[in-house]
């Protein structure tokens, strides 16, 4: 069974990359950059670089969908590069096609704060997709890098799902009627990523999960049941939002960049700051077997298990890592 | 009389400098930055420590308001350091302070397009400030550099003057009541900004002015004794945005900066690309007596014309360039 995980920040280490393979991982769309500008995102893909010299014998880098089979023939993880904000390009619109030549694949316009492309989701006012947002738009379309509103606001996500020719994607996130957060999405946003062939990745971020970490697997996979009526079996599938081995400096660098001087505790807060704990049944990498099993017991079928796990997403990347 | 232009953008020589100091001109607001991110603008602070050597005899820098008497007394043209984007700040907080250290006093929070702080005049959308903005206005309160916001969209600019704990300006444009124009207030700006002790500075540049550059003095001076009665006699200056002495390519620069490949015309069109011609009786710095003339032809008291040629600039300044 093919596996593709949408959405992973984990501080790597040797026995992690082992972790993931041995979990059965095909390929991970990794986070390069929150609010890295371009000379740090060269950074960041350097030390991408050297991991994949250091470790070669387990991760290998995707710059196109066939490459995961490829990866999954050699039992290697593959490893998809993205943006969680727009930082890396700055605010030159001819960043794009170079970022992408440097193997980023995905890129989200906002990272819960205002970018210069459209509203992140903890804004209280959201202007939509910019007058630069829409340009970088049809770049992102042009050279085949894959837009993600993760992070993003609900008009902007509306008007990026809109103004995109090809399909969009959410990464990581769940829908806001199972567990209503800032980061989770309405049933206007999915129902309109779902018609336009768009895909979202189920998260298991504890702040994203109903019942945080005590979340059971039994109501996590009726919610993904029930996306699957709403969105359509062919639009959803796993982005974890796995964190790994992080301390809380890093947290707080997340959330707070250096926008603020006083802490944000993002959908945490300053009595429960730190990183939450993950539920029992998705500790790392090693438990994706879990979800299957879990959807399985609700009595999805085998196909549809598969298409969850990962096939969804390998079609929608065949497509979407294309230049047009 | 003192006369003070709280916007300009010149490609300075020393001719250019003669002529404005011998129009009587005692302090400029300069643009140091459209688009340029902190190193650029340090690259252009550079060149203007180098002209401060080369013309130490017509020019020196404003950090209070006082200079500005020094230089009426040394009959030299006081400059002061603006950014008209927050684009020298990048994603950092802390530069608020570098910069005004560096020698900035005046800040727009945007530049026509989104940014990082609030939205531009030029979108469709109006986020308003956002979370990076609230934190901003904060700090610029704080350290006494002045929030500018010409080129801003209505519901961003309302926010930003009730915000921010000082008063706030508009260096360069016109009651868009006189002169419909992208770049022109309304009147529930204007009435909000004068009765927070804001000031509005007239902007010359012919896109803001009733009928272009066609525009006539009389008609221009009844516009500023209209917005006198509208915001009180005490909020209102001169702006000219006075643009001299730069080809076509830095007028494409200044509005499709690195946002767009398809060049933006701003409030000309492709038919009326290049810069306007300005109305004759304001073609240079010698001109801005002719303005005092024109309010005086239309019987304002000498103490009221002297208070929109320099005086209400001075004021607001030796208030707003203090630390908290």
Known sequence: MLIIDALQYVN????LFLEARDGGVNAIHVTIAYWENRRDTLENIGDWRQRFRDHGDLIMPIRQASDILIAQEQNKVGIIFGFQNCS??????RMVET????????MQLTYNNQSLLA????ESGDSGVTRFGKEVIKEMNRVGMIIDMSHSAELSTLQAIELSERPICITHANPSRWHEALRNKSDTVLKALGETGGMLGFSMYPFHLNNGPECTLDDFCGMIMDTAELM???N???GSDLCQNWGYDTLEWMRSGKWTFKPDYGEGSASNANWPKQPDWFASSKDFRNIADGLEAKGLAQVDIEKIMGLNWYNFFDQGF???
Request: hydrophobic share 35%.
């Open 99 to 106: 970022m992408y030549d440097m193997g980023a694949r995905i």
């Open 236 to 238: 959803i599938g796993i």
């Open 88 to 93: 890396p390009i700055e605010d030159d619109l």
């Open 12 to 15: 790597w280490t040797r026995d």
């Open 322 to 324: 294309k230049p047009a």
């Open 119 to 122: 509203t992140g989701c903890y």
């Open 232 to 234: 359509g079996i062919d």
